[in-house]
């Protein structure tokens, strides 16, 4: 009898945990990976799961376009809150699915994730918090339906790609237009996470991968940290992908044509989650299962690449913070910064691939030539991966900047993004650099919600300013610098001024009547030599037509020199301090 009671322990013990596992069964795992759980299957699933275990916290945070609270899940060893999170030593991953409701490898693959490292692997939060946004996009999750996704092989039902106001959310990670980058932004500011992971899945090309993976561009991110991503981080994770049976490669950025012989890494501008992450000094993985594998092998591959994410940073976490730390002193004191980028084509690598041979045949449609990949002849070929970028523009850092107050939807967003703003407490004169902008090109159509500028160039001038009361000091030498350089300085792509915040400078407010002005134009030539000299020059000068100068243009070029034109027209309201 001594030996009967340890066993009875051990079967109970046994029990409960197949019972628990039973009760905490996924919508995936009894649809046998062929459905996706709902919002509201999620959120109830993720309530139980909350419910019966002190690990995990499940709370509200932020509201969203479709006016539903954003939730988050936290998993930790003891079971702490969003708001305790600022005071850890371990390394927080944060989760993000959804973002693309038809995409929602990750939902699946989360729950699951989560309800299995409780049950088998705790031992991965003796150095890791782990976050899970189980739905970001809610609106688009709840527009459920299952044709949407064209392209793609399963599940039976899923989310659509816009959210409640229709906008990609996956390009508002910098002007967040939404309520849930608001709410995303402010989380992440909050809990600061070391490793940021967003789930999606790909279009494009074929080939035999389930997984590919895209990354902070290594070189874009830079020091130590872009050092570290490149030469441990990704091999790192690379490595135990391939251990689980689920070899990776860099996402696949090709469109079009058929995929030959090479293709270039993915330009993550801070549109993009990767690319904002980071301005922040976070390392940021977009995942990009393929489309056409079935949805269950889907889910398992995105299962892998999460566990596989976090077993690294178990085993890294140390290294991961120092390298963060490093890297956030290192954009405090630096004098410059690069705020652009291209991908450079004469450096790249050779790499083994694996994909179908492709051919051309008659459409039944159309009756033309198309495209097609031949599953039956899996391929492994080399290919040439082009994974380095250059910088092609660099900014220097000002002692500070100073923000005309009255442009609040940027006083938002730089106060969302932890960037601190000082107001002036008495009117005052300050030297500064004031960008005029020259030129740009607009997009002719609407671009998420924003008639997108680009190509666009400012030119520096040098003046006194007179600020008032309440105007904003923003200070240097922060972990926040760069994000700052990248959103004021009006060339970078993503620039606030790119993003049309600033549009209404543009605008000439005060003008003149040519009969009345006729005379003033004369007497201010009259009273200033230099003023008629300069005007005489620019008469004198070849246009670019041939023509000369008519009355109107004469007119306009003196009332542009003098001191009736006003100052603010194409004016930056955004000004850099030279000196404190």
């Not at 051990?10 to 905490?24: M, N």
């Not at 932020?62 to 305790?84: C, F, N, R, V, W």
């Not at 999460?306 to 290294?319: D, F, H, N, R």
């Amino acid at each position: 009898m001594k030996y009967l009671y340890p066993l009875i322990v051990v079967w109970s013990l046994w029990a409960c945990s197949q019972e628990s596992k039973s009760i905490s069964q996924t919508i995936f795992e009894k649809s046998e990976g062929t459905e996706s759980a709902s919002y509201h299957e999620g959120i109830t699933w993720w309530l139980d799961l909350a419910n019966s275990s002190p690990n995990i916290e499940m709370e509200e945070y932020g509201m969203t376009d479709a006016g539903i609270p954003l939730h988050t899940i936290t998993l930790s060893k003891y079971g702490q809150k969003l708001k305790e999170l600022s005071k850890t030593e371990k390394t927080i991953i944060l989760i993000n699915n959804a973002i693309h409701p038809g995409e929602p490898d990750g939902v699946d693959a989360s729950m699951m994730l989560f309800r299995d490292i409780i049950m088998e692997r705790k031992e991965l939060l003796d150095s890791c918090i782990l976050v899970c946004i189980p739905y970001y996009n809610i609106g688009g999750a709840i527009n459920r339906n299952g044709t949407t996704r064209a392209n793609q092989d399963g599940p039976e039902e899923y989310g659509f790609r816009g959210n409640a106001q229709n906008l990609d959310l996956n390009r508002d990670f910098v002007k967040c237009d939404s309520r849930n980058a608001e709410s995303f932004t402010k989380l992440l500011q909050l809990i600061d996470p070391d490793l940021y992971i967003e789930t999606h899945v790909s279009n494009g090309a074929d080939y035999q991968y389930t997984m590919t993976y895209l990354s902070t561009q290594p070189d874009k991110l830079g020091g130590v940290m872009g050092k570290h991503l490149r030469s441990k981080m990704i091999p790192g994770i690379k490595s135990r992908m391939k251990a689980k049976g689920n070899e990776i490669v860099p996402y696949v950025n090709h469109w079009g044509g058929p995929l030959k012989d090479s293709y270039a890494t993915f330009y993550d501008s801070p549109r993009y989650s990767s690319g904002l992450t980071t301005l922040h000094n976070i390392y940021g993985f977009i995942t990009e299962t393929h489309m056409l594998k079935p949805f269950k092998q889907r889910v398992e591959a995105t299962y892998d690449y999460l566990l596989s994410s976090i077993e690294y940073a178990y085993e890294q976490s140390t290294v991961i913070q120092q390298s963060r730390d490093a890297q956030k002193q290192a954009v405090a004191t630096a004098d410059s910064m690069p705020i652009d980028w291209r991908v450079d084509n004469f450096d790249f690598v050779q790499m083994e691939f694996k994909g179908y041979e492709y051919g051309y045949k008659k459409s039944e449609v159309t009756g033309e030539d198309r495209l097609y990949y031949d599953r039956t002849k899996p391929v492994t070929k080399n290919m040439f991966y082009k994974g380095s970028m250059l910088a092609s523009k660099h900014r220097s850092k000002p002692k500070a900047y100073l923000l005309r107050r009255g442009f609040t939807a940027v006083e938002d967003r730089l106060r969302w993004n932890g960037v601190q703003l000082i107001e002036l407490e008495k009117d005052s004169t300050i030297r500064v650099a004031s960008y005029i902008v020259d030129s740009f090109k607009t997009v002719k159509t609407p671009y998420e919600k924003h008639y997108l500028h680009s190509k666009t160039s400012a030119k520096l001038d040098t003046i006194a300013w007179t600020f008032r009361k309440g105007d904003y000091l923003i200070p240097m030498e922060t972990d926040k610098d760069r994000f700052i350089l990248e959103m004021l300085e009006p060339e970078g792509p993503d620039s606030y001024f790119n993003w049309n915040f600033f549009d209404a400078v543009l605008q000439q407010k005060e003008h003149y009547s040519p009969y009345v002005f006729e005379d003033k134009a004369a007497e201010l030539l009259a009273q200033n030599t230099k003023l008629k000299a300069d005007f005489e020059l620019a008469k004198s000068k070849i246009r670019d037509d041939g023509k000369e100068m008519t009355a109107a243009e004469q007119l306009e070029w003196i009332y542009k020199h003098s001191s009736h034109y006003e100052k603010e027209h194409n004016r930056l309201p955004v000004f850099k301090v030279l000196s404190l």
